[in-house]
């Protein structure tokens, strides 16, 4: 896995979108955390400002060449985000398409992107957002917002949690391409 960590960037979907362009679909896992984003993005291109001690990341990553991964890749990354935050002793859910919710309030979104080559991998790019330690307020939403810090009244890590995502993530990826069950 590469592993880069940003103070402040405009998009971590932006540096992993760059990072193919100049590079290719990657043998690993490559991820770009921010501690702050200014211009980060939902579906949709909706404009999402992101405070410091939540956990802004998106990881480029390999996939093989198969259309079903086009509908099922913000699911794995969702999922992935539920079965961590259930692991910290959170009733999270998926709110279909990519937002994960608790207790009716959204702690957590999900961008996927899929990038067609002509190989036989494609590449792909989750951007995924988790309220940890900060409960951002977004002007004009149509639902509220929470974080664990929140609902627990607990400071959380941020890094073990993103590091149980990507290895939950891992866990997914690998199970969906059939390789071990």
Same mark, same amino acid.
């Given at each position: ?12 979907? /932006?540096? =992993? ?16 955390? =921010? ?9 949709? !291109? ?6 410091? !001690? ?24 969702? +999922? ?21 919710? &608790? ?7 999900? #961008? ?5 080559? +002509? ?9 995924? !957002?988790? /309220? ?8 004009? =939403? ?11 009244? +607990? ?13 939950? #993530?891992?866990?997914? #990826? &690998?199970?969906?391409? !059939?390789?071990?069950?």
């Amino acid at each position: 896995m590469i592993y880069f960590v940003f103070p402040l960037v405009n998009s971590t979907q /932006n540096l =992993a979108f760059s990072y193919y362009e100049s590079f290719g679909v990657p043998e690993t896992f490559v991820v770009f955390r =921010a501690l702050a984003q200014t211009k980060g993005y939902g579906r949709r !291109g909706t404009p999402w400002k992101s405070a410091k !001690g939540n956990l802004l990341f998106s990881v480029l990553f390999s996939i093989p060449a198969d259309w079903s991964y086009s509908s099922m890749l913000v699911k794995i990354g969702a +999922n992935s985000v539920v079965k961590v935050l259930k692991d910290c002793g959170v009733s999270a859910y998926l709110k279909y398409p990519n937002d994960v919710f &608790v207790q009716n309030k959204k702690i957590s979104g999900i #961008l996927g992107n899929i990038f067609h080559t +002509n190989d036989s991998l494609w590449g792909g790019i989750l951007g995924i !957002g988790v /309220n940890i330690n900060a409960t951002p307020e977004i002007q004009d =939403a149509t639902y509220k917002t929470t974080s664990l810090k929140e609902l627990s009244g +607990n400071t959380w890590d941020i890094e073990k949690i993103m590091k149980n995502i990507l290895q939950t #993530l891992r866990q997914q #990826l &690998v199970l969906d391409k !059939g390789e071990q069950k």
